[in-house]
């Protein structure tokens, strides 16, 4: 496999309920990261591993959300309690490889879409 | 406070014609800008990047421009094709050591029409 795989690609949710997305970086990458995207916007940093550790976390990612890479491989996102606002496309990117040195350059997997009605 | 535009919600050409896209932004010194492109229901797809000291880069029908002063990027498709139709993100890089800092643009849609 040589991209970025997610999983569900699309969960539909009633309010409240917990829901979990899966990421499986780039097997050589050894950063991992969770955006959020909204209709009509650009992707929003809610936080990133380096190797099993994690680094940084948005205030965009509130209590109800947690996020895990237990074995620097692949990695969970978490909403517990979710809301109608939490409804957007969660995508993970992995970084690593033929960046030019200091770039950021980003391998995004497909997404997952969550639905809360 | 940081701020990133890219030009118009939609652009629609005609094949063959040449996109140009703006990418604007203020309050940012990035050391390197990146575009993406992104399909609907699909995550964004790396296209290209431009350093800060470089005027211009080309890949293919591709070339982006970089102008620090003006805090302007173009990002041209020539000879573009109904298959060019997508969002076109760019994304301002600080060069940080960690892509937590790339600020990502609301993105343009461009629709070539055959």
């Known amino acids: 496999d040589t991209g970025v795989s997610q999983n569900p690609r699309h969960k539909i949710t009633k309010r409240g309920q917990n829901v979990t997305f899966r990421c499986d970086p780039i097997?050589?990458?050894?950063?991992l990261y969770w955006y959020r995207q909204t209709l009509g916007q650009g992707p929003e940093f809610l936080t990133y591993?380096?190797?099993?550790?994690?680094?940084?976390k948005s205030r965009l990612l509130s209590d109800r959300f947690s996020a895990e890479r237990p074995k620097g491989s692949f990695s969970t996102l978490e909403i517990q309690r979710t809301e109608q606002g939490d409804s957007a496309m969660y995508l993970c990117?992995?970084?690593?490889?033929?960046?030019?040195?200091?770039?950021?350059?980003?391998?995004f997997g497909a997404g997952s879409r969550l639905t809360v009605l | 406070s940081q701020k990133i535009e890219q030009n118009s919600e939609a652009l629609n050409i005609q094949e063959g014609k040449t996109a140009t896209l703006t990418c604007n932004y203020t309050?940012?010194?990035?050391?390197?800008l990146q575009w993406y492109r992104q399909d609907p229901g699909r995550g964004p797809v790396f296209l290209l990047l431009?350093?800060?000291?470089?005027k211009e880069k080309r890949k293919e029908r591709l070339k982006v421009t970089f102008d620090t002063t003006l805090k302007q990027s173009l990002f041209h498709i020539t000879a573009s094709q109904p298959a060019d139709s997508a969002t076109y993100l760019c994304?301002?890089?600080?060069?940080?050591?960690?892509?937590?800092?790339?600020?990502f643009g609301s993105g343009t849609q461009l629709t070539v029409l055959p």
């Open positions: 994304a301002l890089d600080p060069r940080s050591g960690s892509a937590r800092q790339l600020t």
């Open positions: 591993f380096q190797n099993e550790a994690q680094l940084e």
């Open positions: 990117a992995s970084q690593g490889g033929l960046s030019p040195p200091g770039a950021n350059v980003l391998t």
């Open positions: 431009i350093r800060e000291n470089e």
């Open positions: 097997s050589e990458h050894n950063r």
């Open positions: 309050n940012y010194s990035p050391a390197y």
